[in-house]
């Protein structure tokens, strides 16, 4: 099994809205990531969980707050977003933070209104 | 700065032939590099990746090369198929967490 699976598949939210995006997987890999695409550019990278513990912060604003519940999970939670937040938010694994290569959901497309 | 780049937005080649893709890169730190194949609503899938030390890698109908000194890196697919009609994103490792991607290559391949 070398799926990512990401819920939900798209998201609509206000302003005002509370929402969380959540990544899973079964592959026993002990980092994940969040990154965000913005139409016709690359991903960015976001934030970096190795082994359940926040590793990497690339100044992402604190509207956007991660948690890792275990190992296999992998949530981002998001509260009062921009409407320029919207985006394709792709969570990926790999198989501990000395790998290299990492393996992506499908994303989540947000449009914040 | 971008630090990976791919000059070419896009790409069409007919099926059967040679696609080559390129990548440029700044970083001489950079010390692995993948590629990333990704269709619409779809998140990137991993392709094929290069170890700095080596200058070549070879996975079926794809081939990385590497050119250090030039800071360049190509992948060739050959035969090209309908199905490799995608965007393709070259990145390279700035430590083993942090992957820096370039701006992606649209790959169409015409029957």
């Known amino acids: 099994d070398t799926e990512v699976t990401q819920t939900p598949k798209h998201l609509v939210m206000g302003m005002t809205n509370k929402k969380s995006l959540k990544c899973e997987q079964h592959?026993?890999?002990?980092?994940m990531y969040w990154y965000k695409q913005k139409a016709k550019k690359p991903p960015e990278l976001m934030f970096v969980?190795?082994?359940?513990?926040?590793?990497i912060n690339e100044s992402v604003p604190s509207r956007f707050s991660p948690e890792c519940p275990n190992s296999s999970l992998l949530n981002l939670h998001l509260h009062a977003l921009q409407p320029e937040d919207s985006a394709l938010y792709l969570c990926?694994?790999?198989?501990?933070?000395?790998?290299?290569?990492?393996?992506f959901g499908p994303g989540t497309r947000l449009t914040v209104t | 700065d971008q630090q990976v780049k791919q000059n070419s937005p896009s790409l069409s080649v007919q099926e059967g032939r040679i696609s080559i893709l390129n990548c440029d890169y700044t970083n001489s730190m950079f010390d692995y590099f993948l590629w990333y194949k990704k269709y619409p609503a779809e998140g990137p899938t991993f392709l094929i990746s290069i170890s700095s030390i080596k200058d070549k890698n070879e996975d079926g109908r794809f081939t990385v090369f590497l050119n250090k000194s030039a800071k360049h890196l190509s992948l060739h697919i050959v035969p090209s198929q309908p199905g490799d009609s995608a965007v393709y994103f070259c990145?390279?490792?700035?430590?083993?967490?942090?992957?820096?991607f370039g701006q992606g290559t649209r790959l169409t391949i015409n029957p």
């Open positions: 592959m026993g890999h002990r980092a």
């Open positions: 990926a694994s790999s198989q501990d933070s000395h790998s290299y290569e990492q393996y």
């Open positions: 969980y190795s082994y359940e513990k926040l590793s």
């Open positions: 990145a390279a490792n700035e430590g083993a967490q942090k992957l820096v």
